[in-house]
C-alpha cells in the first residue's frame, strides 16, 4: 500500500505563489508516476501536471503551462507541485495522486492513478 499526504495549500492573492508537497509512505520505492489534480467545487477532478518517473519525462495542462512546475525529491519521498501567478480559477482542492505503471507517458486521467491524497486546499482571492 501507499500512502499520499498534501500539504501546503492555504489562501494567496492572484498573482501570488503556492508550494503543495505531497509526501509518500509505505510501499512508496514501487511509485513510478505522480500526478496532481484538481476539483472545483461542482467539477469534475481535472489533471494540473504529472511526472513520469521511468520517462524523467513532465506534463502540463495547458492552462497552467508556464506557471507549474512538478518536482520531486527522493530523499525525502516527496513530490511537488510549485504554483506561480495563481489566478482565482486556480481555486480549487487540489489533489497528489501515485501510480506503480512504469510508462513512459505521463498517465492525465484519474482512473490511471491508484492511490490518492486527501487533497488541500487552495484559494486564490482577487
Known amino acids: 500500500q501507499v500512502q499520499l499526504v498534501e500539504s501546503g495549500g492555504g489562501v494567496v492573492q492572484s498573482g501570488g505563489s503556492l508550494r503543495l508537497s505531497c509526501t509518500t509512505s509505505?510501499?512508496?520505492?514501487?511509485?513510478?508516476?505522480g500526478g496532481w489534480f484538481s476539483q472545483a467545487p461542482g467539477n469534475e477532478r481535472e489533471f494540473v501536471g504529472g511526472?513520469?518517473?521511468?520517462?524523467?519525462?513532465?506534463y502540463y495542462a495547458d492552462s497552467v503551462k508556464g506557471r507549474f512546475t512538478i518536482s520531486r525529491d527522493n530523499a525525502k519521498n516527496t513530490f511537488s507541485l510549485e504554483m506561480n501567478s495563481l489566478k482565482p480559477e486556480d481555486t480549487a482542492v487540489y489533489y497528489c495522486?501515485?501510480?506503480?505503471?512504469?510508462?513512459?507517458?505521463?498517465?492525465?486521467?484519474?482512473?490511471?492513478?491508484?492511490?490518492w491524497g486527501q487533497g488541500t486546499q487552495v484559494t486564490v482571492s482577487s
Open positions: 511526472i513520469s518517473w521511468s520517462g524523467g519525462r513532465f
Open positions: 509505505g510501499s512508496s520505492t514501487w511509485i513510478n508516476e
Open positions: 495522486a501515485a501510480g506503480l505503471a512504469a510508462r513512459y507517458v505521463v498517465p492525465v486521467t484519474v482512473s490511471e492513478y491508484a492511490y
